[in-house]
């Protein structure tokens, strides 16, 4: 079955520092979101992003379908930014996500 | 639009006894999803609906685990005989699918199961 990595597995960054998280899936797909998991567990859909660039304030991403990749851009991160980061791919015509293991982000006052 | 609804947030059980949870979806949204999540691990799919329609069930679901969705608007996820090995973060998530998915996931905030 198609595979999906991050990297880094694990980020520590100081206040106001930019971070790129980058996802790499080995089948084409359908579509690819991105997550970010907070400390108390909720999951929130960041980009719905199957292909292109998407921008909502401080965040980014754009997805490489040809190539198969996709990068999360964090700018002037502040600490609630820290939590896990997930990218998750809907390959082919299949109803599951198949989910990366995630980036553990820390942002240091 | 009040997102997903799950409840309870926490439940606490013995082993050997049944739980139920539910999940009430974003009203707009045809699809609804069941994951579970242990600690430091990306979430596991469980099963999913498409209106009523359960449409397809993880190999890994055991025949203790049941869920419903009944006239296609809440959903109940229902474990019977709980052993300590369920415990973990169960998760609904719903999205609009037609044709193709249109929009993300959304999730809602999870049933943390811990079984004693």
């Known amino acids: 079955g198609i595979q999906v990595e991050q990297s880094p597995p694990d980020l520590i960054l100081q206040e106001g520092a930019n971070s790129t998280l980058r996802c790499n899936f080995s089948d084409s797909v359908n579509n690819l979101q991105w997550f970010h998991q907070n400390p108390w567990g909720q999951l929130i859909n960041l980009f719905y992003i199957p292909s292109g660039t998407k921008q909502n304030g401080r965040l980014s991403a754009t997805t490489v379908a040809t190539e198969r990749y996709s990068l999360l851009y964090i700018s002037s991160s502040q600490t609630t930014d820290s939590g896990v980061y997930f990218c998750a791919v809907e390959p082919g015509s299949n109803y599951q996500l198949i989910w990366g293991a995630g980036t553990k982000l820390i942002i240091k006052p | ?116």
């Open chain 2, 1 to 116: 639009d009040t997102g997903v609804s799950q409840d309870p947030r926490h439940k606490i059980t013995k082993r050997g006894q049944n739980v139920t949870f539910r999940c009430d979806p974003i009203s707009e949204h045809n699809r609804l999803y069941w994951y579970r999540q242990t600690l430091g691990q990306g979430p596991e799919f469980l099963t999913y609906f498409q209106n009523e329609a359960q449409l397809e069930k993880s190999r890994l679901l055991s025949d203790r685990f049941s869920a419903e969705r009944p006239k296609g608007s809440f959903s109940t996820l229902e474990i019977q005989r709980t052993e300590q090995g369920d415990s973990a973060m169960y998760l609904c998530a719903s999205s609009f699918y037609s044709g193709h998915l249109l929009g993300g996931y959304t999730f809602g905030s999870g049933t943390r199961l811990t079984v004693v």
